[in-house]
T-cell receptor, first 115, second 113 residues
Framework: DGGITQSPKYLFRKEGQNVTLSCEQN?????MYWYRQDPGQGLRLIYY???????QKGDIAEGYSVSREKKESFPLTVTSAQKNPTAFYLC??????????????FGPGTRLTVL | DQQVKQNSPSLSVQEGRISILNCDYT??????FLWYKKYPAEGPTFLIS?????DKNEDGRFTVFLNKSAKHLSLHIVPSQPGDSAVYFC????????????FGQGTILTVHP
């Protein structure tokens, strides 16, 4: 049963702490993406990776970091430098070689609340 | 600069009628367009897409129309069902953008029984 998993579903952290959000996919997709969603807004791109050991900044990368050591995993770290970290975080993946090459498939999301 | 806009924050429709959700874009480099459906606290689910070489794509109750000259696309759902109640996002990508999607703000669709 292929898909994207994000854990945990809900995460609470104290201000000033770094936190890492997990994203795993078993779809064998090369490309992976991180977005955040705030109330009343669309999804905004944080980071993306086209292939293992490579990643690029998206539109709102400040205060975030990522790694892509394995094809199936793309963890996102929210650092203390991120001014407004409370949000709903979504991970997605894409198969660049597939028939619908720009279609991204999303995980269930992680709701991060910084207290 | 919002390149993809959904100007209607919400839409209310009676069950069995047609729902029409609209989306406008400004970037003429966009060549692939998608619609996603999202429930609260869940990830978006892909619904339907259209390439810029087409002006219509249909999948069951869902049809997407693309008007390139007006830089406008719409999603038609017919007949609408209460289970269609969700937030709908349109998204666009340009062939040179490594698959990056630009999303609209979303439209909340409510289908009343």
């Amino acid at each position: 049963d292929g898909g994207i998993t994000q854990s945990p579903k809900y995460l609470f952290r104290k201000e000033g702490q770094n936190v890492t959000l997990s994203c795993e996919q078993n779809l064998n997709h090369d490309a992976m993406y991180w977005y955040r969603q705030d109330p009343g807004q669309g999804l905004r791109l944080i980071y993306y990776s086209q292939i293992v050991n490579d990643f690029q900044k998206g539109d709102i990368a400040e205060g975030y970091s990522v790694s892509r050591e394995k094809k199936e995993s793309f963890p996102l770290t929210v650092t203390s430098a991120q001014k407004n970290p409370t949000a709903f975080y979504l991970c997605a993946s894409r198969d660049p070689g597939g028939s619908s090459t720009d279609t991204q498939y999303f995980g269930p999301g992680t709701r991060l609340t910084v207290l | 600069d919002q390149q993809v806009k959904q100007n209607s924050p919400s839409l209310s429709v009676q069950e069995g009628r047609i729902s029409i959700l609209n989306c406008d874009y400004t970037n003429s480099m966009f060549d692939y367009f998608l619609w996603y459906k999202k429930y609260p606290a869940e990830g978006p689910t892909f619904l339907i897409s259209i390439s810029s070489i087409k002006d219509k794509n249909e999948d069951g109750r869902f049809t997407v129309f693309l008007n390139k000259s007006a830089k406008h696309l719409s999603l038609h759902i017919v007949p609408s069902q209460p289970g269609d109640s969700a937030v709908y996002f349109c998204a666009a990508s340009a062939g040179t953008s490594y698959g990056k999607l630009t999303f609209g703000q979303g439209t909340i669709l409510t289908v009343h029984p």
